[in-house]
């Protein structure tokens, strides 16, 4: 009897250690993915801004150019700062959009 | 020439070696096309390639360059004999911008002339909607549709919901044989309305040679956010005459999207007419008053590919005419370098 009853302790002591434990590892996760996912959302909106300058500014003349890399998109928009008079901000959101 | 310009390539390309660490790629870009053209019963052939290179030099700097390289190719007696083809190459701008800031870029070198929108921004063929360029399109661009000196553009003011830009430029003579230029002074300015997506603008040059000319335009830019329709038009006027062109492109978008087959086309019309004033020789523009009407489809197949089609009636006391254009266009972006996509 005595030796069920300390089995049955041992057994909570194990389960809330494994449980401490788990909730332990899953507060610093769940401190991380907030800013994680903060930091997606706004790169999510300021694409989302850019893709509306694209279509405001840059779609008066063209249509979006097909897959651009990075490298690509920058010349293009320095390029495109100049012909078509757009502004820091203007180039900083669409290369955004064109390549996130 | 053509050794010239793969000369000026290869140049650019080694030097574009000790740039090719830095964020920014050099690329070339530009449009591809084979257009035919049927005007008045006679056919021709008009096979075309228009390189843009652009090297960025650092975080304010930008060297670009296009060329452009055609061969127009005829029957001997315009509907029979044997076919002729003469070959063309030109360097349609090479200069130098430095972004000083939000509101002024400086641009030295040879650049196309800010008069109104056709010339600078809408005339790459892989942009343009119709084939044919406007009747107006030689006034406030001669002698070249570029100038060679210096240029000061950019925002000049700008709120929430609207932005003024300008262009003024000072352009010396050149009769340099890929670089002409006249002298001239001109001066673009335009307000922007991004939440109505308007822009209306207007243009004036002063050509300063051994005739001075005063050249007057206007123009509107105006795409609906209610439907995809693009309205463009211009109006321009000159001591040789005076005219306005505008058109209308509607794209079939509404219709399972921009990428199912039938919205991909889009159906484009263009009124344009021209009054002759004071002619003078070195006029590129109609010798009698003429009145045109443009329909045209184009189809936008993946891969940046586009076949177009378009006819056109012209009514001028020189003679009345039908023009039928068909095309394929293909536009095209590389890096400069091997390996330079990243």
Redesign the interface.
């Known amino acids: 009897m005595n030796r069920t009853n300390l089995f049955r302790a041992a057994l909570v002591v194990l389960l809330l250690s494994v449980l401490t434990a788990a909730a332990r590892n899953a507060a610093p996760q769940q401190q991380a993915s907030a800013p994680k996912s903060a930091a997606a959302k706004t790169a999510t909106s300021e694409s989302e801004e850019g893709e509306k300058r694209f279509e405001t500014n840059c779609g008066r003349c063209h249509r979006p150019p097909e897959a651009l890399s990075p490298g690509e998109a920058r010349t293009v928009l320095r390029q495109m700062r100049v012909r078509a008079n757009l502004t820091a901000e203007d180039e900083r959101l669409i290369l955004k959009y064109l390549a996130p | 020439m053509f050794v010239r310009f793969l000369s000026f390539l290869l140049l650019l390309l080694c030097s574009t070696v000790t740039l090719c660490a830095q964020?920014?790629?050099?690329?070339i870009?530009g449009g591809v096309q084979f257009l035919s053209t049927t005007a008045g019963g006679v056919t021709t052939f008009n096979p075309l390639i228009a390189p843009v290179v652009?090297i960025?030099i650092g975080d304010r700097f930008?060297i670009?360059s296009r060329g452009t390289f055609d061969e127009f190719i005829f029957r001997e007696n315009g509907t029979s004999g044997p076919y002729h083809a003469h070959t063309f190459s030109s360097i349609d701008y090479l200069q130098l911008?430095f972004?000083a800031n939000?509101h002024v870029?400086i641009?030295v070198g040879d650049f196309l002339t800010p008069f109104n929108i056709y010339n600078?921004?809408?005339g790459p063929v892989?942009?343009r909607n119709l084939a044919d360029s406007p009747l107006i399109g030689g006034i406030g661009t001669r002698t070249s549709g570029s100038s060679e000196g210096g240029m000061v553009?950019?925002?000049a003011l700008?709120g929430k919901n609207w932005?003024i830009?300008y262009a003024a430029y000072f352009s010396a003579l050149v009769n340099a044989s890929q670089f002409g230029a006249g002298r001239s002074a001109g001066e673009r300015v335009a307000v922007f309305v991004?939440s109505r997506?308007l822009?209306v603008g207007m243009s004036y040059q002063r050509f300063l040679q051994h005739q001075h000319l005063n050249s007057w335009g206007s123009y509107l830019?105006w795409?609906p956010r209610s439907a995809p329709l693009?309205v463009r038009a211009e109006y321009a006027h000159t001591r040789g005459g005076q005219g306005y062109w505008i058109e209308g492109a509607y794209r079939l978008s509404r219709f399972r999207g921009p990428d199912s087959w039938l919205g991909r086309l889009q159906g484009i019309a263009r009124v344009e007419q021209f009054y002759l004033g004071t002619p003078s020789p070195d006029d590129v523009l109609p010798g009698a008053d003429t009145q045109k009407v443009d329909l045209g489809l184009n189809y936008?197949l993946p891969?940046?590919l586009r076949v177009s089609g378009s006819y056109g009636r012209q009514f001028s006391s020189l003679g009345n005419s039908n023009i039928w254009n068909v095309g394929v266009t293909y536009?095209f972006?590389f890096?400069l370098l091997p390996g330079?996509?990243?």
């Open positions: 964020i920014e790629t050099p690329i870009s652009s960025p930008l670009e911008d972004i939000s870029t641009v600078e921004r809408i892989w942009i553009r950019g925002v700008s932005q830009t991004p997506r822009e830019v795409e693009d936008y891969h940046n536009r972006l890096p330079g996509s990243k």
